[in-house]
């Protein structure tokens, strides 16, 4: 799912990077993330909402030249009503 959305964002509007982030603990969305191309971009310390647990959340960017594409093309209907309803 994740690269289709990203093959949709660069193939049609033309988006020029994609941001993600995950927590450090997440090491499936981590794998995810690796496997689509995206490359670190930064940590944040945030508290829990409990006030006991300090958690970390990892950016990752990805740009067009990293991109690792699905195996089939996205095929998109209504890019250009899209497009036009964004002001593109």
């Keep these: 799912m994740r690269q289709a959305v990203c093959a949709f964002g660069f193939d049609e509007p033309g988006a020029a990077q994609m941001t993600s982030a995950y927590l450090d603990e997440n090491q499936r969305s981590a794998g995810v993330s690796r496997k689509v191309g995206y490359q670190f971009n930064g940590r944040v310390r945030m508290v829990h909402p409990d006030g006991e647990r300090v958690r970390v959340e990892e950016k990752v960017v990805l740009l067009p030249e990293n991109f690792t594409r699905p195996p089939h093309p996205v095929r998109v ?3 250009d009503a ?4 964004i002001g593109l």
């Design 77 to 79: 209907d209504g890019a």
């Design 82 to 85: 899209f497009r036009t309803f």
